[in-house]
Antibody, heavy 122, light 111 residues
Framework: QITLKESGPTLVKPTQTLTLTCTFSGFSLRTSGEGVGWIRQPPGKALEWLAFIFWNDDVRYSPSLKSRLTITKDTSRNQVALTMTNMDPMDTATYYC??????????????WGLGTLVTVSS | QSVLTQPPSVSGAPGQSVSISCTGSSSNIGAGYDVHWYQQLPGTAPKVLIYANTNRPSGVPDRFSASKSGASASLAITGLQAEDEADYYCQSFDTTLRGGVFGGGTKLTVL
């Protein structure tokens, strides 16, 4: 059974750096083909994909946020971290991590964490 | 502005059927990439409803079905129930963005 759980600060100030951690179980990022992604959802708004990290250390970022994002993995701890710099009130959102499942022509998130609400305010 | 376009809202009475469209472009759905659908109940994380265009994960009722044609996809829900009231999102891969793209979401109201 795959589970994921996000953790990190619930409140950050503008211009600060946010670091979120996704702790997972039921799979390993040592296994070929595995990947974890981050998705966010501002209150009342749509989902937005942010970043991926794969078993082979390959990473992908949303082009609109690429300059502010860093995704890393700690395989021994089954954790993936997302760092977002220069936080702004518009970054207020629920941040989810998800397990990526490959399909014949793409991917989807078959398991999601519960999400963590991050508020950006002074 | 989401890359995939969905109607903001749809509604139907219990027992009726509704459909939700998802329109993309030649860099995502139109390029042949799979479309996936998620249901998000109020205050909860999204849950996959349909994957790879037409497939239902175990546990998803067969009242939910989906199709894809060209650069668009559609989710159909038959025999509406009060518990179906939720937000629905489509998702695909975009070759220009080299990552995932979501629709803007559709709020289903069961009258």
């Amino acid at each position: 059974q795959i589970t994921l759980k996000e953790s990190g600060p619930t409140l950050v100030k503008p211009t600060q750096t946010l670091t979120l951690t996704c702790t997972f179980s039921g799979f390993s990022l040592r296994t070929s083909g595995e990947g974890v992604g981050w998705i966010r959802q501002p209150p009342g708004k749509a989902l937005e994909w942010l970043a991926f990290i794969f078993w082979n250390d390959d990473v992908r970022y949303s082009p609109s946020l690429k300059s502010r994002l860093t995704i890393t993995k700690d395989t021994s701890r089954n954790q993936v971290a997302l760092t977002m710099t220069n936080m702004d009130p518009m970054d207020t959102a629920t941040y989810y991590c998800g397990h990526r499942r490959i399909t014949a022509a793409g991917f989807y998130f078959d398991y999601w964490g519960l999400g963590t609400l991050v508020t950006v305010s002074s | 502005q989401s890359v995939l376009t969905q109607p903001p809202s749809v509604s139907g009475a219990p027992g009726q059927s509704v459909s939700i469209s998802c329109t993309g472009s030649s860099s995502n759905i139109g390029a042949g990439y799979d479309v996936h659908w998620y249901q998000q109940l109020p205050g909860t994380a999204p849950k996959v409803l349909i994957y790879a265009n037409t497939n239902r994960p175990s546990g998803v009722p067969d009242r939910f079905s989906a199709s894809k044609s060209g650069a668009s996809a559609s989710l159909a829900i038959t025999g509406l129930q009060a518990e179906d009231e939720a937000d629905y999102y489509c998702q695909s891969f975009d070759t220009t963005l080299r990552g995932g793209v979501f629709g803007g979401g559709t709020k289903l109201t069961v009258l």
